[in-house]
Protein backbone atom coordinates (compact mmCIF):
# COMPACT_ATOMS: atom_id res chain seq x y z
CA UNK A 1 0.00 0.00 0.00
CA UNK A 2 2.95 1.80 0.91
CA UNK A 3 4.38 1.85 -2.80
CA UNK A 4 0.90 2.76 -4.38
CA UNK A 5 0.72 5.93 -2.25
CA UNK A 6 4.27 6.99 -3.61
CA UNK A 7 3.78 5.87 -6.89
CA UNK A 8 0.40 7.89 -6.48
CA UNK A 9 2.26 11.06 -5.48
CA UNK A 10 5.02 10.64 -8.43
CA UNK A 11 2.51 10.58 -10.89
CA UNK A 12 0.60 13.11 -9.58
CA UNK A 13 3.79 15.68 -9.52
CA UNK A 14 4.44 14.98 -13.13
CA UNK A 15 0.96 15.06 -14.02
CA UNK A 16 -0.26 18.01 -16.54
CA UNK A 17 3.83 19.36 -16.74
CA UNK A 18 4.43 19.67 -20.82
CA UNK A 19 6.71 17.00 -22.39
CA UNK A 20 10.25 17.43 -23.10
CA UNK A 21 10.66 19.43 -26.46
CA UNK A 22 12.52 17.29 -29.29
CA UNK A 23 15.50 18.68 -30.99
CA UNK A 24 15.80 19.06 -34.13
CA UNK A 25 18.24 16.58 -34.92
CA UNK A 26 15.05 14.30 -33.17
CA UNK A 27 12.77 15.60 -35.32
CA UNK A 28 15.05 14.83 -38.87
CA UNK A 29 15.52 11.63 -37.94
CA UNK A 30 11.99 10.27 -37.15
CA UNK A 31 11.36 12.42 -41.02
CA UNK A 32 14.43 11.07 -42.57
CA UNK A 33 13.18 7.47 -41.07
CA UNK A 34 9.15 8.02 -42.56
CA UNK A 35 10.89 9.05 -46.29
CA UNK A 36 12.59 5.78 -46.13
CA UNK A 37 10.02 3.68 -45.08
CA UNK A 38 7.71 5.04 -47.86
CA UNK A 39 10.26 4.41 -50.40
CA UNK A 40 10.83 1.07 -49.51
CA UNK A 41 7.05 0.25 -48.44
CA UNK A 42 7.17 -3.17 -50.78
CA UNK A 43 9.88 -5.20 -49.11
CA UNK A 44 10.98 -5.71 -45.60
CA UNK A 45 13.02 -2.95 -44.01
CA UNK A 46 15.28 -3.74 -40.88
CA UNK A 47 16.27 -2.02 -37.70
CA UNK A 48 19.86 -1.82 -39.04
CA UNK A 49 19.16 0.07 -42.04
CA UNK A 50 17.06 2.96 -40.33
CA UNK A 51 19.48 3.15 -37.79
CA UNK A 52 22.11 3.99 -40.85
CA UNK A 53 19.69 6.24 -42.52
CA UNK A 54 19.11 8.22 -39.35
CA UNK A 55 22.01 7.86 -37.20
CA UNK A 56 20.37 7.16 -34.44
CA UNK A 57 19.67 3.49 -32.47
CA UNK A 58 16.07 1.86 -32.74
CA UNK A 59 15.38 2.95 -29.34
CA UNK A 60 15.80 6.02 -29.80
CA UNK A 61 14.63 6.43 -33.21
CA UNK A 62 11.54 4.53 -32.14
CA UNK A 63 11.02 7.06 -29.59
CA UNK A 64 11.30 9.74 -31.90
CA UNK A 65 9.15 8.53 -34.18
CA UNK A 66 6.34 7.95 -31.98
CA UNK A 67 6.35 11.23 -30.53
CA UNK A 68 6.58 12.68 -34.14
CA UNK A 69 3.79 10.62 -36.05
CA UNK A 70 1.95 8.69 -32.76
CA UNK A 71 2.97 5.38 -34.10
CA UNK A 72 6.07 2.92 -34.66
CA UNK A 73 8.35 2.96 -37.31
CA UNK A 74 6.63 -0.69 -37.98
CA UNK A 75 3.20 0.19 -37.82
CA UNK A 76 3.56 3.10 -40.58
CA UNK A 77 5.32 0.88 -42.42
CA UNK A 78 2.18 -1.81 -42.61
CA UNK A 79 -0.19 1.21 -42.77
CA UNK A 80 1.66 2.28 -46.42
CA UNK A 81 1.37 -1.23 -47.75
CA UNK A 82 -2.11 -1.11 -46.85
CA UNK A 83 -3.02 1.78 -48.58
CA UNK A 84 -1.44 0.94 -51.34
CA UNK A 85 -3.07 -2.53 -51.08
CA UNK A 86 -6.32 -0.27 -51.17
CA UNK A 87 -5.28 1.67 -54.50
CA UNK A 88 -5.00 -1.90 -56.20
CA UNK A 89 -8.09 -3.52 -55.03
CA UNK A 90 -10.09 -0.59 -56.34
CA UNK A 91 -8.03 -1.01 -59.60
CA UNK A 92 -9.31 -4.66 -59.67
CA UNK A 93 -6.18 -6.03 -58.95
CA UNK A 94 -6.72 -10.19 -57.30
CA UNK A 95 -5.92 -10.48 -54.31
CA UNK A 96 -3.29 -12.68 -53.74
CA UNK A 97 -1.31 -10.66 -56.54
CA UNK A 98 -1.88 -7.50 -54.44
CA UNK A 99 -0.89 -8.82 -51.02
CA UNK A 100 2.36 -9.90 -52.89
CA UNK A 101 3.14 -6.56 -54.28
CA UNK A 102 2.38 -4.74 -51.57
CA UNK A 103 4.64 -6.30 -49.58
CA UNK A 104 3.37 -8.53 -47.38
CA UNK A 105 4.50 -12.15 -47.53
CA UNK A 106 1.43 -14.55 -48.42
CA UNK A 107 -2.38 -13.88 -48.47
CA UNK A 108 -2.84 -14.48 -45.13
CA UNK A 109 -0.34 -12.32 -43.66
CA UNK A 110 -2.51 -9.59 -45.89
CA UNK A 111 -5.65 -10.39 -44.56
CA UNK A 112 -4.75 -10.62 -40.71
CA UNK A 113 -3.19 -6.92 -41.52
CA UNK A 114 -6.48 -5.12 -43.57
CA UNK A 115 -8.89 -6.75 -41.07
CA UNK A 116 -6.84 -5.13 -37.92
CA UNK A 117 -6.82 -1.90 -39.56
CA UNK A 118 -9.97 -1.44 -41.27
CA UNK A 119 -12.43 -3.87 -39.84
CA UNK A 120 -13.12 -5.90 -42.48
CA UNK A 121 -11.17 -8.51 -44.89
CA UNK A 122 -9.62 -7.64 -48.20
CA UNK A 123 -12.26 -9.85 -49.73
CA UNK A 124 -15.25 -8.40 -48.46
CA UNK A 125 -13.91 -4.40 -48.94
CA UNK A 126 -13.30 -5.34 -52.23
CA UNK A 127 -16.85 -6.77 -53.19
CA UNK A 128 -18.19 -3.66 -51.30
CA UNK A 129 -15.54 -1.41 -53.95
CA UNK A 130 -16.81 -3.61 -56.94
CA UNK A 131 -20.66 -3.27 -55.54
CA UNK A 132 -20.10 0.77 -55.37
CA UNK A 133 -18.62 0.79 -59.03
CA UNK A 134 -21.36 -1.39 -60.33
CA UNK A 135 -23.92 0.71 -58.79
CA UNK A 136 -22.34 4.09 -60.33
CA UNK A 137 -21.99 2.22 -63.43
CA UNK A 138 -25.59 1.19 -63.30
CA UNK A 139 -26.69 4.99 -62.31
CA UNK A 140 -24.49 6.58 -65.03
CA UNK A 141 -26.00 3.98 -67.90
CA UNK A 142 -29.35 5.55 -66.61
CA UNK A 143 -29.11 8.64 -67.30
CA UNK A 144 -27.52 8.06 -70.39
CA UNK A 145 -30.63 6.24 -71.75
CA UNK A 146 -32.70 9.16 -71.04
Do not use: C
Amino acid sequence: ADFIAQLAQHLKRHAGQPAKPMGKTAWRAAALARDYLEENAERPVRSDELEAVTGLDRYALSRHFRATYSTSPHRFLVMRRLQRARRMIEMGEPLAETAVAAGFSDQSHFNRHFKKAFGLTPGRWAALVRGVSATRSVVAQSRDVR
